[in-house]
């Protein structure tokens, strides 16, 4: 008896351990989900008949992600100017003793 083979979502780039996470992840939502069409899109993600991608340009899915990228926003921090300075200090440097090597 012979299996098919696993076919990875689509966002995966054919990496099955990360296809699997992204598929763990779904199914999360798809449980906690009060919304029945999140629910059923998301089975249609996980029958690979709707792409990851497609899923995440409706409208019920971007509702339902809505109060996490509000929470996500409220507690990003927008790093100072002295920081970025200094970013910008290191790469300086990095690319420096690149082009030194180069």
Known sequence: ???????????AGGNVGLSLHLESS????AASAA?????????EVLARR????????????NT????VMRTFAQN?????????RQHA???????GRLAESG
């Open 1 to 11: 008896m012979t299996s098919d083979a696993y076919e990875p979502l689509d966002i």
């Open 26 to 29: 779904l199914r999360r939502i």
């Open 35 to 43: 919304d029945e069409k999140v629910k059923r899109l998301i089975a």
């Open 50 to 61: 709707m792409s990851v991608r497609e899923l995440a340009v409706t409208d019920a899915f």
């Open 64 to 67: 339902l992600m809505m109060p």
């Open 76 to 84: 990003y921090e927008q790093p100072d100017s002295e920081t970025l």
């Open 89 to 95: 200090a290191d790469m300086d440097l990095k690319f």
